[in-house]
């Protein structure tokens, strides 16, 4: 695998040479991007293969919204919703991520066939969650988290917030390695859109070396979400409907794959699956025939993230400083 963008490889999961994509599922009535397409099971197993067959790398199964104001669904509907999808997807020979912040439906999910857990909260809402996927040996996505949005936009108030974001991902992943997750397991997320504004997301999306920094592959979920919609506003200040967010959504596939992201996290697959290959083949072009000492530099970062685990500074367009 070349490394040379910081991209690392995540134990337990496939080895992809480029920024992978990870189609989502959700099996939701109130998700705000597409809640209730997929609400049966049928059907979110069919769509969930269709997404793999568009060219997603890996499947995201979630039972629970986690839009601001939604409300917590029970544990067990939670598990009524996704673990029939995960085991159905998981005996096609789909790679699985399950989506949840709920440490039995973890559990159970991984049981059933799932590979990899994403906890939105980071192992912040349920206490035995760090513990179950330890046990498990289960790589895990700790994204940035500072509540639930029941209510709104909480705590989002930053002094400086790719500082603000970077220091309280790294205590938290300095948690979830105390508590037993390998760190070859551990992926980390800017969690963009929670407790964040469109300022915010745009400035940690210029500044993705500094998550780089934190030493753990990184995944930038971003697909559909309010930024982008005030992004593309029309003259009126009316954002598009998260559907229509789509071709925003692969560009910043193909910023974050230049950026070194080991993966991101989409609604729509074609597109993004498109955009990390045309990302993939500009580094390839970017490299081939490279001069002896352009060609020792690539060799001593390829060595540096494989010895060290932590990647090299990135430059390009969002690693520019200054850039919102």
């Known amino acids: 695998m070349n490394n040379l963008s910081g991209r690392g490889h995540v134990a337990g999961l496939p080895v992809w040479d480029r920024c992978a994509v ?26 969930g293969l269709d997404l793999v067959a568009q060219g997603a790398d890996l499947v995201d199964v979630g039972g629970e919204s986690t839009r601001p104001g939604a409300t ?19 005996s096609e020979g789909v790679v699985v991520s399950v989506d949840t912040m709920r440490a039995s439906v973890a559990e159970q999910s991984l049981a059933a066939g799932a590979s990899l857990v994403n906890d939105v909260s980071g192992g912040l809402a349920d206490p035995t969650m760090i513990p179950v996927v330890a046990d498990a040996g289960a790589p895990f996505v700790v994204m940035h988290w ?52 469109a300022e915010h997301d745009l400035a940690l999306l210029s500044h993705l070396d500094r998550l780089h920094g934190l030493g753990h592959p990184l995944l930038v979920a971003a697909s559909r979400k309010r930024f982008l919609g005030r992004v ?53 072009a970017r490299t081939a025939g490279l001069g002896p000492g352009a060609q020792a530099l690539r060799a001593e970062r390829e060595h540096g993230v494989c010895g060290s685990g932590r990647a090299p500074g990135v430059s390009g367009p969002l690693g520019a400083e200054g850039a919102r």
Do not use: C
């Open 146 to 197: 500072r509540g639930f949005l029941e209510g709104g936009n909480v705590k989002g108030v930053y002094d400086d917030v790719v500082a603000d974001v970077v220091d309280e991902l790294h205590a938290r992943v300095e948690a979830v390695l105390a508590g037993g997750i390998a760190p070859d397991r551990v992926v980390v997320d800017p969690g963009l859109g929670f407790s964040k504004d």
């Open 232 to 284: 593309l506003a029309g003259p009126d200040g009316a954002p598009p409907p998260a559907r229509e967010r789509d071709a925003a959504t692969a560009a910043v596939s193909a910023l974050a794959a230049q950026s070194g992201a080991w993966a991101v996290r989409v609604h729509e697959v074609r597109a993004s699956a498109d955009a990390v290959r045309v990302a993939r083949a500009v580094e390839e």
């Open 22 to 47: 990870m189609g989502v599922v959700n099996v939701t009535p109130d998700s705000f991007s597409d809640g209730g397409r997929w609400f049966d099971t049928t059907a979110a197993v069919k769509h």
């Open 72 to 90: 917590r669904v029970d544990e067990a509907e939670e598990l009524r919703r996704v673990i029939p999808v995960v085991r159905g997807l998981a």
